[in-house]
């Protein structure tokens, strides 16, 4: 700004440092109810998610027989399956907790939307591994182009695999936040377009659990696959709810002013 005496002020706004609970954008810190309150929420939620993945490894490999055809490598589709319907769900969820975000302005609701989608594609990452080490010992290649069920999640994959990038581009919090709402809804929303069109159209070598009849699996590898799907749930809450909400805080500005001759 140009004073009266025509020397050139200007000045620095330095807030309050940043918080581990918020890394990316947080103005608060949570409050001490709230840190006890998340911690023993976390080791009941993580207790389960391991009760839940030593019963399903039983299940797997003790329970579930082997398959007619493929042997032990089908045993791939309890971690595949499972992962993927718990990745897309969560991408979802992820866009729903935006919305919460724009409406309330509650960063508590975008470091939920965010935690959300990153579980997603992590969980995402092993999908597509575990796929292609399936279908190669099964089909004989890693990948089909033309099975609309590879290309759909890839392309799912890859819509939500620009949302990190493309949030941490941006320097502001506050616009940070809101872009990436925006961005979180309208990719969530395309996740179930893009389920009913691959529902919808012919599946060429990739195997389909649920259709329109129900499940065509025996009473053994069915249970056994509930049960994957189920325990994936709680070891994803566990890591969802690993980042406690913030408490915003106003912020105590700290203005240094110097001038210019």
């Given amino acids: 700004n140009l004073a009266g005496d025509g020397r050139l002020r200007f000045s620095a706004v330095v807030g309050q440092p940043q918080t581990d609970s918020r890394f990316f954008s947080a103005p608060g810190r949570p409050t001490r109810d709230a840190a006890e309150q998340f911690a ?6 993580s207790i389960a998610a391991g009760i839940a993945l030593v019963l399903t490894g039983i299940l797997i490999f003790w329970y579930a027989p082997l398959h007619a055809d493929q042997g032990m490598r089908q045993k791939i ?3 595949h399956v499972p992962l993927a319907i718990v990745a897309l769900c969560g991408f979802i969820a992820g866009g729903i907790m935006a919305i919460q ?5 509650n960063p508590a609701w975008d470091l939920r939307s965010y935690v959300a989608i990153h579980m997603s594609l992590i969980f995402g990452v092993v999908v597509l591994l575990s796929g292609m080490l ?3 010992s099964s ?5 089909e182009w033309k099975e609309p069920t590879l290309v ?9 695999a620009i949302y990190q990038p493309m949030r941490f581009a941006i320097e502001d919090p506050e616009r940070q936040a809101q872009t990436a709402a925006v961005y979180a809804i309208v990719a969530g929303a395309f996740v179930p377009l893009n389920f009913i069109a691959v529902r919808l159209s012919q599946s060429l070598i990739h195997p389909r659990v649920l259709t329109a009849t129900g499940d065509n699996l025996p009473t053994e590898m069915r249970l056994t696959f509930y049960a994957a799907t189920i325990a994936a749930i709680p070891l994803s809450a566990a890591r969802w709810t690993s980042a406690p909400p913030a408490t915003p805080a106003p912020p105590q500005p700290r203005t240094v002013a110097r001038s210019l001759p």
């Fill in 101 to 105: 975000y724009l409406r309330t302005r």
């Fill in 152 to 160: 759909s999640f890839l392309i799912v994959f890859l819509i939500f």
């Fill in 77 to 79: 589709f309890y971690l």
């Fill in 139 to 143: 089909w004989g290649t890693y990948w």
């Fill in 134 to 136: 399936w279908a190669k």
């Fill in 40 to 45: 023993r929420g976390l080791k009941g939620i």
